[in-house]
């Protein structure tokens, strides 16, 4: 199985920072990984998709890179709205697997 | 658009059985799979397996697999998730979601609300 390991677990911030998650691959799985939103008491939402996509309807102050086995997610003027849980995806063979998560909170 | 709506929450004893219910809202159902993503209490999200309704494919994570059925029919738009026999540390919430495939690339969207199964003695 590939294991998807998040950087940091949380982390806290005030609105209008830039923010950056990491998340590592046990191997290399090219572009195919996805990042999702989480809200409290809610399901989870796709922000990004292939490592660096943004999903429709999604704000243009996220963005996705990177490839073979390092990708991150950034959030650039962290807004109120995005204060959540963010997991990465891979998406390349079974099992899929997921990241710890990387919780957004308020500084 | 489409939508995912899951059945309700669900409190059970260890040992009962239980089949949970994911239902798509469109006809174009049968073009997905399907897949349940489990969330244990305060915890990440884990893949269990996903199934093609078109055929009742399915593939599991090794983790769950003969501990949970995954099952469809499609005449209804239908997908499930079923014990034979719970343990407490089946608690959790689960999530179906739709297999979204584009150019190449494959993820979840739209997810289930979820259901909260709680096993307790």
């Known amino acids: 199985d590939i294991q998807m390991t998040q950087s940091p677990s949380s982390l806290s911030a005030f609105v209008g920072d830039r923010v950056t998650i990491t998340c590592r691959a046990s191997q290399s799985i090219n572009r195919y990984l996805n990042w999702y939103q989480q809200k409290p008491g809610k399901a989870p939402n796709v922000l990004i998709y292939?490592?660096?996509n943004l999903e429709r309807r999604v704000p243009s102050r996220f963005s996705g890179s990177g490839s073979g086995t390092d990708f991150t997610l950034t959030i650039t003027n962290l807004q109120p709205e995005d204060f959540a849980t963010y997991y990465c995806q891979q998406s390349y063979s079974i099992p899929l697997t997921f990241g710890g998560g990387t919780k957004v909170e308020i500084k | 658009e489409v939508q995912l709506v899951q059945s309700g929450a669900e409190v059970k004893k260890p040992g009962e059985s239980l089949r949970i219910s994911c239902k798509g809202s469109e006809d174009s159902f049968t073009s997905y799979t399907i897949s349940w993503v489990r969330q244990m209490p305060g915890k990440g999200l884990e893949w269990m397996g996903r199934i093609d309704p078109k055929d009742s494919y399915t593939r599991y994570s090794s983790s769950f697999q003969g501990h949970v059925t995954i099952s469809a029919d499609k005449s209804i738009n239908t997908v499930y998730l079923e014990w034979g026999s719970l343990k407490a540390s089946d608690t959790a919430i689960y999530h179906c979601?739709?297999?979204?495939?584009?150019?190449?690339?494959?993820?979840?969207?739209?997810w289930g609300q979820g259901t909260l199964v709680t096993v307790s003695s």
């Open positions: 979601a739709r297999d979204v495939t584009s150019m190449d690339h494959s993820w979840f969207d739209p």
């Open positions: 292939g490592a660096s």
